[in-house]
């Protein structure tokens, strides 16, 4: 994960467009990786480049430190990638990826695809949630207000998502593998 | 089993992306294309001249807060048009059929067998609440116009774990839902206690009278139309009037148990 810092405190003013700069050099890669993990992979720059697009024309909403900078343009995004996709619920899926990398151990393996297709039954809702801090590594007043929820629904939703995903686990017969789980010898 | 964040970690369909992507040539022609054009550009014209010469201040949290300000400004002109404050109850006949088209859109998703527990009206917008048997609440936001309804949003949330005092309520907070577009809405639902006889929300200045039956509560109104997320939900004053007459008025927050 990504540590984000405070964007340079530096004595005087700044002008909007070098602050924006900065926000787009820290950013970009953590949009680009947002969009990727609920759209096609191929398409991500795009989303991302809408996003910071409307970023720039909303200048003055940005916020000055960097961690929120980071989750207001995941909450464009996110608005940005609702709309491609019709979702009339306010849920996007979060996918997995095509091949797992994981080690060469058998058990390793399995484990990885008990828990890949555990997570294809998981509610969206619920999926959102855990993305946003396990992949997005947002805080959780942050993975709120992508969310647009307040920070004590979303602690309690994580904490109903992880029992969720506990639980497809728990009732998910033993790995058979039938995902498309690529065993990666010698890489770990 | 447990779950480490090293297994969900390989599960990520980003993990691969690199880190300086911002590097490559497509992120610096990005960059460049957008910050060609001068900022701001379609901020409604009141508004622009404030903007003249803006410098911002890193870290002056003031700078920030105003900027949201900006982003909350309630408009119901701009979305819902003809939304109301004040709901209409619903017919029998008008709960039946509403009620209905909510069960079948959301049980056709995720079969749960909700009930319907409410239903109101906010001029040509229906908005229902079903509860779920696992506890679940699931709304719907239709407009009523269209010969066979047209969902304009809804969503999930629950369960609801405590019953609410007799003056007091539970709730999920406020969510947000929208059409999959530009149209936004705010929604808050929830659980009355047996002394509570009216709920009105302070919307930037408008009362937004609440629905209250058999227990249960909603309201909702339009959201700014925008792609620009203000930084957490809204959080607005509920004043809370008793059968004996008396009112109080606490943040919807306070009411807060259980938001899935």
Redesign the interface.
């Known amino acids: 994960m990504k540590h984000v810092r405070g964007l340079r405190h530096e004595p005087g003013v700044r002008e909007p467009r070098e602050l924006f700069v900065e926000v787009f050099e820290a950013t970009y890669v953590d949009v680009v990786r947002f969009a990727a993990r609920r759209i096609d992979p191929g398409r991500a720059e795009d989303i991302a480049a809408e996003a910071f697009a409307v970023a720039w024309r909303r200048l003055d909403a940005l916020p000055l430190e960097l961690g929120q900078a980071r989750a207001w343009l995941f909450g464009i995004a996110r608005k940005l990638l609702l709309a491609h996709h019709r979702q009339a619920n306010g849920m996007l899926l979060v996918q997995l990826a095509d091949e797992v990398g994981v080690d060469g151990h058998q058990e390793s393996v399995a484990g990885i695809a008990d828990l890949a297709a555990a997570w294809q039954r998981l509610q969206p809702v619920h999926q959102e949630s855990i993305s946003l801090t396990a992949w997005d590594g947002l805080t959780g007043a942050e993975a709120a207000a992508v969310l647009g929820i307040s920070p004590v629904a979303y602690r309690i939703r994580l904490t109903r998502a992880r029992k969720a995903l506990r639980a497809l686990l728990d009732s998910t017969p033993p790995a058979t593998l039938n995902r498309r789980a690529t065993a990666r010898e010698g890489t770990q | 089993?447990m779950?480490s964040?090293t297994?969900?970690?390989?599960?990520?369909?980003?993990?691969?992306?690199?880190?300086?992507?911002?590097n490559e040539p497509?992120?610096r022609a990005?960059?460049a294309e957008?910050?060609s054009?001068p900022?701001?550009?379609?901020?409604p014209t009141q508004r622009r001249g404030s903007?003249t010469g803006?410098?911002?201040?890193?870290?002056?949290?003031a700078?920030?807060i105003g900027?949201?300000a900006?982003?909350q400004v309630f408009s119901p002109s701009s979305a819902y048009a003809s939304w109301t404050a004040v709901p209409r109850p619903a017919s029998a006949a008008e709960s039946a059929r509403w009620g209905s088209w909510c069960q079948q859109m959301h049980n056709d998703?995720?079969p749960r067998g909700y009930q319907v527990r409410l239903v109101e009206l906010r001029g040509p917008y229906a908005y229902v609440v079903l509860g779920g048997s696992d506890g679940y609440e699931a709304t719907c936001l239709i407009t009523q116009e269209k010969a066979d309804g047209n969902?304009?949003?809804?969503?999930?949330s629950g369960p609801l774990p405590q019953q609410p005092t007799s003056e007091g309520l539970v709730t999920?907070?406020?969510?947000?839902?929208?059409?999959?577009?530009?149209k936004s809405a705010f929604e808050v639902t929830g659980r009355a206690g047996a002394d509570v006889a009216a709920l009105v929300f302070d919307i930037d200045g408008t009362e937004v009278k609440a629905t209250l039956d058999n227990g249960h509560f909603a309201a909702w109104w339009p959201a700014p139309a925008s792609?620009?997320?203000k930084?957490?939900?809204p959080?607005p004053n509920v004043t809370i009037t008793l059968t004996d007459g008396t009112s109080y008025t606490q943040r919807i927050?306070a009411f807060?148990v259980?938001?899935?």
């Open positions: 089993m779950i964040t297994d969900l970690s390989r599960l990520d369909p980003a993990r691969a992306i690199p880190d300086d992507l911002v497509r992120a990005t960059l957008i910050t054009t900022p701001v550009q379609d901020l903007r803006l410098r911002l201040a890193a870290g002056i949290a700078a920030s900027a949201l900006l982003t998703a995720t969902h304009e949003a809804g969503g999930f999920n907070s406020v969510r947000e839902v929208n059409d999959g577009g530009s792609l620009f997320p930084w957490g939900p959080n927050q807060d259980s938001p899935l």
